[in-house]
């Protein structure tokens, strides 16, 4: 069983909508995912503002694709490379360190991760 960034068992990330690379509900990964979705976020309206303006709308619904869009409040796996540059820019959504993979800690420090987790005082 994969790993989350807690050393635990991988929790599910969101089943509606459903996320992950493998479309799965978990934040997994593999050889195929060269974009290393394995951040679950709970998205916000900057957020999606700010990875809308780096070219990748996550908005727009993209049916051909099974992609419904997403609007705030969702939970998705993002990129840990696109959610550490939002870190960078100060626009990082929220994260669900159960059910943020383990990998993510090859991008990300595990304090910054857990400065924003739902769970964080």
């Known amino acids: 069983m994969a790993q989350n960034v807690l050393g635990t068992e ?4 969101s089943q509606d909508p459903v996320t992950g690379f493998y479309r799965d509900g978990c934040c997994n990964t593999g050889g195929g995912d060269v974009g290393v979705h394995v951040v679950c976020a709970i998205l916000t309206d900057d957020f999606l503002k700010y990875s809308r303006s780096r070219g990748n709308d996550l908005s727009t619904p ?10 705030e409040g969702d ?3 993002l990129c840990a490379s696109r959610w550490k540059e939002a ?3 100060g626009v990082a959504p929220q994260v669900v360190l159960e059910s943020t993979h383990m ?19």
């Open 75 to 77: 939970q998705w796996c």
């Open 87 to 89: 870190f960078d820019a």
């Open 62 to 71: 993209k049916p051909e694709y099974g992609f419904p869009g997403l609007s």
């Open 10 to 13: 991988l929790q599910s990330c």
């Open 103 to 121: 990998a993510a800690l090859e991008y990300v420090r595990l304090t910054d991760l857990e400065a924003h987790s739902v769970n964080s005082d």
